[in-house]
């Protein structure tokens, strides 16, 4: 029997137990240290807030208005439109390419007369 022990031992069997056991104590040693020092940091931003608003009083300053914090913090660029805006900035779109059209109808008959051409002509040339 106490050789399969000594076996168990090599093969990590009660090693294992103590070792979870270690881990878990650390885990929670870790974990105690993060409260305490998240509950340092709260209480020297208040010894802070204390300070500022010691100094405003005395100079007479006012407080500046918190941080607007987005809907999206992660997001740096402009925020995505809605189907709404999509639809309206299409249809914005749609009207430029037809005063374009316009345009070009005017032009093209012009600038071919001198061996030019502006727009979808120069694509339908090159099929």
């Known amino acids: 029997m ?3 022990g000594e076996i168990g031992k090599m093969a990590g ?7 979870e056991d270690k881990e878990a104590q650390l ?24 300070v500022r608003q010691e100094i405003r009083n005395k100079y007479g300053l006012k407080k500046k ?5 987005p809907d ?8 995505k439109k809605t189907p709404e805006e999509l ?3 299409q249809n914005a779109d749609d009207e430029e390419e037809g005063i374009m059209g316009q345009i070009l ?3 093209n ?19």
């Open 87 to 89: 639809a309206a900035a």
């Open 2 to 4: 106490d050789m399969l």
């Open 109 to 127: 008959p012009i600038a071919s007369r001198f061996g030019f051409s502006f727009g979808g002509d120069e694509a339908e040339e090159k099929k």
């Open 27 to 50: 885990l929670e040693e870790r974990r105690l240290q993060e409260e305490e020092r998240k509950q340092k940091h709260v209480k020297k931003e208040a010894e802070r807030e204390e």
């Open 105 to 107: 109808s005017y032009v």
């Open 65 to 69: 208005e918190q941080f607007v914090i």
């Open 72 to 79: 999206d913090p992660g997001r740096l660029t402009r925020k």
């Open 13 to 19: 069997g009660e090693e294992d137990e103590d070792e």
